[in-house]
């Protein structure tokens, strides 16, 4: 199976920047034909999908983050970065990855990271 692994949370104050990592390891075909995403959940809250970028290449972010994330991936290391600028409290949560197979459609998470934007 496919294994992921997030990293790069922490502690900021608003305003800050954090970058996350996910490195995808395991049994998958392709890491290109994986569709990659960014998750969050905050305590209370249900998970929302923050950013994806599909293996057509095409990104998707939550309109809350438009403009401040950036979703990337890097085929040679088999990793999907979520750049977070600008952040705000309500960014606080833990922060998931996720790989869904374009070819089985199967789905992966990671085991998440927490954000935490405070003052």
């Known amino acids: 199976q496919v294994q992921l692994v997030e990293s790069g949370g922490g502690l900021v104050q608003p305003g800050g920047s954090l970058r996350l990592s996910c490195i995808v390891s395991g049994s998958f075909f392709n890491f290109y034909r994986m569709d990659m995403g960014w998750y969050r959940q905050a305590p209370g809250n249900q998970r929302e999908l923050v950013a994806q970028?599909?293996?057509?290449?095409?990104?998707n972010y939550a309109d809350s983050v438009m403009g401040r994330f950036t979703i990337s991936r890097d085929g040679a290391k088999k990793t999907v970065f979520l750049q977070m600028n600008s952040l705000k409290p309500e960014d606080t949560a833990v922060y998931y990855c996720?790989?869904?197979?374009?070819?089985?459609?199967?789905?992966?998470w990671g085991q998440g990271t927490q954000v935490t934007v405070s003052s």
């Open positions: 970028i599909t293996s057509e290449g095409r990104s």
């Open positions: 996720n790989s869904r197979s374009v070819i089985s459609t199967r789905e992966y």
